[in-house]
């Protein structure tokens, strides 16, 4: 079984940065995408960024490119989320996301999410 947990959400003003952490326990992270995902209420979940392992892809959504840059530590299980200029609109719970196998189907693993809050 795997399992995510997600830290460093908190209280940030407009501008701010926050970097936040994904902590995977179980085998074979390295074989793993990880992604952040973001839920607001109200809105459709949004897949924020996406790192492989092998070949080292990247993918992040076009509302956060330039400003948020994912990263991962094979040796520590753990995948990062550097989030920069914060605005308002990043208000949201942050989800941790394990995917292997195909894009439709596969399977995934998902942490419960640490609230971002931009606010003045």
């Known amino acids: 079984q795997v399992q995510l947990v997600e830290s460093g959400g908190g209280l940030v003003q407009p501008g701010g940065s926050l970097r936040l952490s994904c902590a995977f326990s179980g085998f074979a992270f390295s074989r793993y995408a990880m992604s952040w995902y973001r839920q607001t209420p109200g809105k459709e979940r949004e897949q924020v960024a996406t790192i492989t392992s092998f070949g080292g892809s990247i993918n992040y959504a076009d509302s956060v490119k330039g400003r948020f840059t994912i990263s991962r530590d094979n040796g520590k299980n753990t995948v990062y989320l550097e989030m920069n200029s914060l605005s308002f609109e990043d208000t949201a719970v942050y989800l941790c996301?394990?995917?292997?196998?195909?894009?439709?189907?596969?399977?995934?693993?998902w942490g419960q999410g640490t609230q971002v809050t931009v606010s003045s």
């Open positions: 996301n394990a995917h292997w196998g195909p894009r439709a189907g596969g399977y995934d693993y």
